[in-house]
Nanobody
Framework: QLQLVESGGGLVQPGGSLRLSCAAS????????IGWFRQAPGKEREGVSC????????NYADSVKGRFTISRDNAKNTLYLQMNSLKPEDTAVYYC??????????????????WGQGTQVTVSS
């Protein structure tokens, strides 16, 4: 059974950086698209960024383009999200999730089936 565990969240000042990690166990991630999603209080869960099985294709929400970078290391069964130039509106619980091969294209939460427990990111001065 696939298990996903996020880490790397925390409190950071505006303009700062964080790197999130998502470690998978139980099943290899090689055959899954994987992605990062976030949910702020009172808001729906939204796709932040998704990546194809090989890592050669990525998809970013407009709000994070140019600031966030998604990557994966299939040898380590791990997903990453490098977040730079963080803004207060990036504050949310961040989740990683796995889905079918083509699910990275739309990067919609409804298409992803296995989820981690989430890690809190707070951007505040």
């Amino acid at each position: 059974q696939l298990q996903l565990v996020e880490s790397g969240g925390g409190l950071v000042q505006p303009g700062g950086s964080l790197r999130l990690s998502c470690a998978a166990s139980g099943v290899t991630l090689d055959y899954y698209a994987i992605g990062w999603f976030r949910q702020a209080p009172g808001k729906e869960r939204e796709g932040v960024s998704c990546i194809s099985t090989s890592g050669g294709n990525t998809n970013y929400a407009d709000s994070v383009k140019g600031r966030f970078t998604i990557s994966r290391d299939n040898a380590k069964n791990t997903l990453y999200l490098q977040m730079n130039s963080l803004k207060p509106e990036d504050t949310a619980v961040y989740y990683c999730a796995s889905g079918p091969r083509t699910s990275w294209r739309r990067c919609r939460a409804a298409d992803f089936g296995s989820w981690g427990q989430g890690t809190q990111v707070t951007v505040s001065s």
